[in-house]
């Protein structure tokens, strides 16, 4: 079957932190090292789960961890270079699905894109009826359908057949391959026709860079290592976390 498929290109695209992003991520790393100090066990495991969660949120937008609905423009490297690309694909008339883990991240790409890019975009989420699902499957998939699609990895991630995008952007990561590459296979499957460019979007300096080198070069191992999601980072002690969060300045956004 793969070799009647055209060629899968996987890239990973480096992202810079803006100053505004560079202050929210080293305060909310400082502020959680001093309180798991003070807590183990599930208290503990509690707290690195948020933690992680809030430091995804603010590579992705300092709008999604201060749950603010604008402005949008300026504030985040990864937004900045995903409208960019963007705008290069659909200026050669591509078409793109876009993963990320997070509703309300969703929510602020799919405006933030249709005024920025003036095109019609589609969200698909875990809250999207069955039939309105179904509805903007066939509209993408149709000859003069919305050029782009951005998905909620759990409700978009498998299941679907979207071979017109010949762009996937994984606009925050999982940390799980396999996971990821069963949402890419949304594009990358039998009736495409097109060679599928595949970005992964890591913030450099930030602990996304590091999870990525870590699964790159243990790939081999990476279903055992992420499990099936981020557990395996609970259990690393206070100082193992501090080398991994510690933010890189050498890397921000001049």
Known sequence: IISDLPEKNEMVVYCSLTHEQAELYEKTV???LANLERSDGIQRRGLVLSLLTKLKQICNHPAHFLKQEAPLSGRSG???RLTEMLEEALSVGDHALIFTQFVEMGTLLQRHL????NTEVLFLHGGTPAAQRDQMVQAFQSEDGPAIFVLSLRAGGSGL????????????RWWNPAVENQATD???RIGQRRNVQVHKFVVAGTLEERIHDIIESKQALAESIVGSGENWLTELNTEELRELLALR???LDE
């Open 30 to 32: 400082q502020e959680a």
């Open 78 to 80: 990864k937004l900045q």
């Open 114 to 117: 249709r005024d920025c890019l």
């Open 161 to 172: 057949n979207l071979t017109r995008a010949n762009h996937v952007f994984h606009f925050d």
């Open 186 to 188: 949304r594009a990358f």
């Open 249 to 251: 300045t050498e890397t």
